[in-house]
Nanobody, 129 residues
Framework: QLQLVESGGGLVQPGGSLRLSCVVS????????IGWFRQAPGKEREGVSC???????????RYADSVKGRFTISRDNAKNTVYLQTNSLKPEDTALYYC???????????????????WGKGTLVTVSS
C-alpha cells in the first residue's frame, strides 16, 4: 500500500516562495504518477500539478492554468520524493495542499481529484502580509 506524506507548508508573504515535498513510500513508488491538489476554505479541491511515473530520465508534467509559470513540479527517484516549487505566491494560493495518486502502475498524469485513490494528510500554505 502506497503512503504519501507532505511537508514544507508555512506562512509566506505575497511574492514569496515555498518548496513542498511529498515522500512516497511503498512498493515501486517511482512507477506511479503523483499529483498535487489544494483546497481553500469554502472551495472545492482542485488539481494544481501532476507528474508522470519516471524511469529516471523522462517524465511528463501538467499544470493548472492558475499556477503555470509560477509552480514547478519535479521528482527525485532516489529519495522517493515529489516536489512542488511554488514561486510568486499570491493570497489566492492559500490552501491546504495535498499530494495524491491514482495508485495505478504507469498510469497517466491526471489533475482530477476524483481520479485519485490515495491521499496524504496535507500541508497548509498561507500567503499573507
Amino acid at each position: 500500500q502506497l503512503q504519501l506524506v507532505e511537508s514544507g507548508g508555512g506562512l509566506v508573504q505575497p511574492g514569496g516562495s515555498l518548496r513542498l515535498s511529498c515522500v512516497v513510500s511503498g512498493l515501486r513508488p517511482n512507477y506511479y504518477a503523483i499529483g498535487w491538489f489544494r483546497q481553500a476554505p469554502g472551495k472545492e479541491r482542485e488539481g494544481v500539478s501532476c507528474i508522470s511515473s519516471s524511469d529516471g530520465s523522462t517524465y511528463y508534467t501538467r499544470y493548472a492554468d492558475s499556477v503555470k509559470g509560477r509552480f514547478t513540479i519535479s521528482r527525485d527517484n532516489a529519495k522517493n520524493t515529489v516536489y512542488l516549487q511554488t514561486n510568486s505566491l499570491k493570497p489566492e494560493d492559500t490552501a491546504l495542499y495535498y499530494c495524491a495518486t491514482e495508485a495505478r502502475l504507469l498510469s497517466v498524469c491526471k489533475l482530477s481529484p476524483d481520479s485519485m485513490n490515495i491521499w496524504g494528510k496535507g500541508t497548509l500554505v498561507t500567503v499573507s502580509s
